[in-house]
């Protein structure tokens, strides 16, 4: 033990714990370190060799004993089955089935997705609603035959401290330097604060912020392989983490189907991990996020006020040296494109991931630092309870050339760096210089990169500055550009362009034609529009063993402007029925305005009615999930077969969904994509309603 792991066990008694334990279990399984460190603060809280190596084998003992893997799901139900009840340490996701009207718990790796809750966990417990929570679940079997459920949670205790004393925390804050305590902090989330440059571990700090200040939202692009997401998916029980795919407001924000907050309500960080990859299919939803970054409100119907901060965290792949000496890229180059600037200006603070190291053992720590989930509750007590504002308001003194926006963002990161590193007394005026020359830099890299896109001055007064205790007003650069003159005074391209809009080519074809009469001369140099193909009404004959007709393909060109759409179809019933049914709506749901599908179909005396219920309800549960609501009903007596479109178009399908040919196996080409599976003859109708 070294000086700083003494004084931290010495102050901190059973709250701190050695983190190369934590790289020896670590190995071999995927869950959370929070979790690991939970047990490890169970039964290692030690500095005793003996004691420690026993607690060690009681972890594994726990972790064999208690933790499914993924491949275990079978001989964990079984052991439930035989034993009669069994703990596991296991994330546990509850959700409501509307049409049961009742709630069912899922663990994730107890491959079980009807197992009974009672009304006391999920309603003590929120987060079971909103992406779940890791817990000791106690699940029991069930041999009553009536009952449609083989397992029921008889108990469940969050993996969370059950007691948080913040003022015995911030006493003992308070018997360490800055810098040990901030070395602290980065063993704490396991670095070995020595192999770090004072930069990097400012980076680190900062990655934690959206974790102690409320609304706190950043921005890091860098290499792969340094870390981005860890402190998002592992280090704290408060945060979630979005990997890729569809980001819906319903899911982000409020779900008006269900009159339900989305995950900005529950949890104190949602983090956007490969943020170039998200998909926004609604333009409303990248405006409540601007409404949400800008002042932690929005309104869908209601008024909603929520504490989450937003973190972005992706890749960059081009050369860091090459863009900023780029006329015509930036820094921001890899978010989608719907992350205009009006999203990057509520970034407060942009962190320069290509500085950061690659995560590797070499930069892992040996030494004590506090358990995870000591720290976590640390931070969550401050984001909620904790507000540094005026106090940097009243230190703090900024440059002229510091705007609105420039100013929060600043202030924010400033507030976020107190509360993590003087959780309850202040910083020197030196130290306090520190923050505000790195929080104005890491602004200053979000306006630069702005000031590259815009094509007027708005963002211009790019020369962020601050004054310091003598007076002297300091001007902040960011490493990377700094000499870059592609950064500091952009090209306005755009606007060349308007003043001179005619190229040399057009100019002289132009002085060839001085007989054409004024009017034709502007149709001769005029560039043709753009437009996009008319709709028409179609009579589409498909042959037998046709290919190249695809629900997309044929549907999804009439939606524009769709809010809601008709099927009906009598045949959807059998199971590769209802497969057809649910890759119709993975098609249509595309359409950006969509929000209701009516399906009309029927059902007769061979088809289980209650297993059709079933089927179709899980469809409707799964489109509720992304804000679109399904109505079914089952009518014994139709036969038409047509889909309706509130637009006006109609079309009208001979077989119905139910036109492809079975595939000739799963290997099958066309087995998966319906573009190039074979059809059976029928004919298609495409007219809209006079």
């Known amino acids: 033990m070294d000086k700083l792991d003494k004084k931290i066990t010495e102050i901190f008694v059973g709250k701190a714990v050695r983190k190369d334990l934590l790289h020896r279990i670590k190995k071999g399984t995927n869950i959370p370190t929070f979790v690991l460190e939970f047990l490890l603060a169970r039964y ?10 026993e607690g060690m084998e009681a ?12 491949d275990e799901a079978n001989t964990a139900q079984s052991k439930v089955a035989t034993k009669g009840s069994h703990r596991f340490i296991d994330k546990v996701h509850v959700r409501y089935v509307e049409k049961e009207k009742r709630h069912w718990a899922t663990l994730e790796n107890f491959n079980s997705q009807r197992i009974a809750i009672g009304q006391k966990f999920y309603k003590d417990n929120d987060r079971l609603l909103e992406g779940g929570i890791w817990a000791e679940v106690t699940l029991a079997y069930n041999d009553i035959d009536d009952d449609k459920y083989a397992f029921f949670i008889e108990d469940l205790r969050p993996i969370q401290l059950s007691r948080f004393d913040f003022s015995v925390y911030g006493e003992g804050r308070k018997e360490f330097s800055r810098d040990e305590w901030l070395d602290v902090i980065l063993r704490s989330v396991g670095l070995e604060p020595g192999k770090l440059n004072k930069r990097q571990k400012f980076h680190f700090i900062n990655r934690l912020a959206p974790l102690a200040e409320a609304n706190y939202n950043f921005i890091e692009l860098g290499p792969r392989g340094t870390g981005k997401s860890y402190f998002f998916s592992e280090f704290s029980p408060y945060s979630t983490l979005i990997s890729g795919g569809q980001a819906t407001k319903a899911t982000l924000f409020y779900n008006n189907n269900r009159k339900k907050i989305g995950l900005v309500g529950f949890w104190d960080t949602v983090a956007f ?15 409540i996020m601007k409404d949400f970054m800008a002042n932690g409100r929005f309104s869908r119907g209601v008024e909603v006020i929520a504490d989450a901060s937003l973190a972005f965290v992706g890749n960059i792949d081009q050369s860091v040296n090459q863009i900023v000496n780029s006329s015509d890229y930036d820094l921001f180059q890899p978010l989608p494109p719907q992350f205009d600037l009006a999203v990057m200006d509520r970034f407060a603070s942009y962190i320069p991931g290509w500085e950061m190291p690659k995560t590797s053992s070499a930069y892992l720590t040996n030494d004590y630092g506090f358990i995870t989930d000591y720290l976590a509750e640390a931070f969550h007590y401050q984001l909620k309870h904790s507000n540094r504002y005026e106090e940097v308001s009243s230190r703090i003194q900024l440059g002229d050339t510091v705007e609105g926006r420039d100013e929060k963002g600043i202030k924010k990161t400033v507030c976020a760096f107190l509360k993590i590193l003087h959780p309850e007394d202040s910083p020197s005026n030196k130290e306090f210089e520190e923050y505000v020359a790195y929080a104005i830099e890491n602004r200053r890299r979000v306006k630069e990169q702005m000031n590259k896109r815009k094509p007027d001055d708005e963002f211009a007064m790019i020369d962020l500055s601050y004054f310091n205790e003598e007076g002297k007003e300091i001007v902040v650069y960011c490493p990377e550009s700094k000499s870059a003159e592609a950064t500091q005074n952009p090209i306005r ?6 003043e001179n809009p005619q190229p040399k080519k057009e100019t002289a074809k132009k002085e060839t034609k001085k007989d054409q009469p004024k009017d034709q001369e502007k149709e001769v140099n005029k560039k043709p529009e753009l437009k996009e193909p008319e709709l028409k009404e179609q009579h589409i004959s498909i042959l037998y063993g046709a290919t190249g007709y695809s629900y997309e393909s044929l549907i999804c060109p ?7 759409l008709t099927i009906e179809d009598p045949y959807i019933r059998s199971n590769h029925q209802v497969h057809n049914f649910v890759r119709f709506c993975e098609s249509v749901i595309k359409a950006p305005a969509l929000r209701k599908i009516n399906l009309i179909t029927s059902y007769d005396e061979f088809t289980p009615l209650e297993e059709l219920q079933d089927k179709l309800g899980e469809v409707k ?16 007596k139709m036969h038409d077969r047509e889909i309706r479109i509130d637009n006006g178009w109609i079309i009208k399908i ?5 036109f492809y040919q079975k595939p000739g196996g799963w290997y099958e080409i066309g087995a998966n994509d319906l573009s190039q599976r074979k059809c059976l003859e029928t004919k298609i109708d495409i007219f809209k309603q006079k």
């Open 44 to 53: 290692c809280a030690s500095d005793e060799p003996d004691e420690i190596q």
């Open 59 to 70: 972890v594994l003992i726990t972790l064999q004993d208690n933790y499914v893997r993924p």
């Open 273 to 287: 991990d490969e943020v170039g990859g998200i998909k926004i299919k609604d333009p409303d939803t990248i405006q």
């Open 493 to 498: 391209t755009e606007l060349d362009k308007k």
């Open 558 to 564: 009439y939606l524009e402007g769709a809010k809601e």
């Open 621 to 636: 549960q799964s489109l509720l999930e992304i804000d679109v609501k399904l109505n079914i009903d089952l009518n014994t």
């Open 654 to 658: 001979g077989r119905g969904l139910d």
